[in-house]
Each structure stands twice: as C-alpha cells, then as structure tokens.
C-alpha cells in the first residue's frame, strides 16, 4: 500500500476513535516504523509502505484506537535533551517538566550534589545530567516499576553520574548528604481531579505517579519539611506543583522558614513550579 494512502486511512480511523491530532499522530507512528523523521513522511507518500510492516502498523493503530497512550506504544519519548523509554508502570515526561528544568539549570550556581526525587524515568535526572555531566546526580522513586524504566535510560544514555535508589523521597540518600539542588515533580493530583483525568491517562499511567493524599498536597507538604534540612546553605528547592496549588504551597514552605519563596508560572500562565532557598 502507498504510504499517502495508509497514512489517510489511519488518520481517518484515528479521528474516528476520537484522537484529535490524528494526522499528526498517524505520521509519528508510520515514521517510526520506517525509521524516518515524521516531518518527511507526508513528502514520500508515493512510496509503498513495507507489506511486512503492515501488521506491526495495525496492531500498534488499534491499540491507539483502544486508548493507549501514543509514547507507551511508540515506546519512547524526546524529554529535554533527552530520549527516553517508557512504557507500562511509568509516568509519561510531559512537556510542561521540561520547563522545570531550565529553571533547575538556572539555580544551579552552588557546588554539590543534585538529586531528583520522585524521578519517574528519570527525566529531569538524565536532563540534568546531560547538561552537567560532572555533577553527582542522584534520583530516588518508591516505585520498582518506574524505576526500572530509569535504569534503562540511565545505561542508554551512559549517564555513569545519575545514581537511582529505590524508596521513600530522601530515604535511600546516603545520610547526612546534603544538596545543592532538589527537584521534585511529585503526584499533587487530588481524588477529585483523578476521577475527572482523561481515561488515557488514568487507565494506564500508575496512579501512584499522580494521586496524593490531603488534597493533592501530601508528598508536596513532606518534601517541604525534609527538603530543608537537606539543602546546603543557599541551595534550593524546585517543585512542580498543580496548577491551583500556587498559594497554598507558598503557605507550607514558609511555614518551612526557607529564606526565600516564589511561585513561578508555565508559559501558559499557570502557576506551575515551586522554589524555596535553604
Ligand atoms: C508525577 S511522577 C514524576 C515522574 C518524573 N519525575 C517525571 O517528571 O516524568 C511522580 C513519581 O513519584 C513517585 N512516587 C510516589 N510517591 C513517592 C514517594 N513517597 N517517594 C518517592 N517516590 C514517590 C511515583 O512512583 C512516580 O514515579
């Protein structure tokens, strides 16, 4: 089959199922296949896509119809300056993260250790490292299955300086470590919101990456409190937090006496990222 003719027919049954970038999707999952940037595919519709690929095609069309995510199917994800895998058992990088790393990298002034908790994949780990490969990296997560995930990246990307341990946020660190910088995007979903989360994110991503307790605060409230005795002088903090979480995350760290608090917002002017400075 022509590829123009595929791609118009996977658009047409993607659209169907309710997927609103289907085109555009239709395009990432057939360039993938044959190996091409999706940009291009489009310009060699003439060509015939390979008869032997069809079936993977379809199988991996029809999981998207049953409301898979895209990345879990394609199996990875550009994050940053970063590719990564992922699949089942690991929250899916969102674009609005990659924001919290250029705000990372911006008050990183201070000699020292990082660690990234509640690290997923790894994404912010590894964007980090990426952009300082000589830094000390560490990354913890409770969760076995998305951690697995970032053991993979990590040896993918030979980050050799991100180190991933497994528990509670600072609990598997070397003790009495102390940090330059930590960063944290941890599940700040209330119940209230879950219930209401699009069913591709909520049947499939875990719910672990996304609910917390105490309105979506819980996690974000025990950062807070350890997060300060675990920074070196003039180190900080830097959170994701929920788009209406803005105030009452001001509330906390400053109940934390950090010398300096700010909520700042994502470029499409929600409040999104927490800072606090030891
Ligand atoms: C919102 S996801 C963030 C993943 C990744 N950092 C990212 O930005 O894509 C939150 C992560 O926190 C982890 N998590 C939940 N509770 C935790 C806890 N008490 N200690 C450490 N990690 C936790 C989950 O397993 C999940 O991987």
Known sequence: MRIESLLSEITLELSSAGISNAR????????QLLGD???GVP??????????LEATLRERVSRRKSGEPLQYIMGEVDFHCVNLLVGPGVLIPRPETEQLVELALSHLALDGPIVDLCTGSGAIALALS???????????????????????NRDRLNASNVTFLQ???????PPGLLFA???????YVSQDEYDQLDPTVKDHEPIMALLAQDNGLQIIRAIAKEAKTRLLPDGWLVMEIGETQGEKVRQILLAENYSLVDIKKDYSGRDRFAFAKH
């Open 24 to 31: 555009q999707e239709a395009c990432w999952l057939v360039s």
């Open 167 to 173: 528990g509670d946020l600072f609990q598997p660190l």
């Open 43 to 52: 310009c060699c519709g003439g060509a015939e896509f390979p008869s032997a």
């Open 130 to 152: 990426a952009s300082r490969p000589a830094r000390t990296i560490f990354g913890t997560d409770i969760s076995a299955d998305a951690l697995s995930w970032a053991f993979r």
């Open 181 to 187: 910088l930590i960063t944290a995007n941890p599940p």
């Open 37 to 39: 940037d999706p940009i």
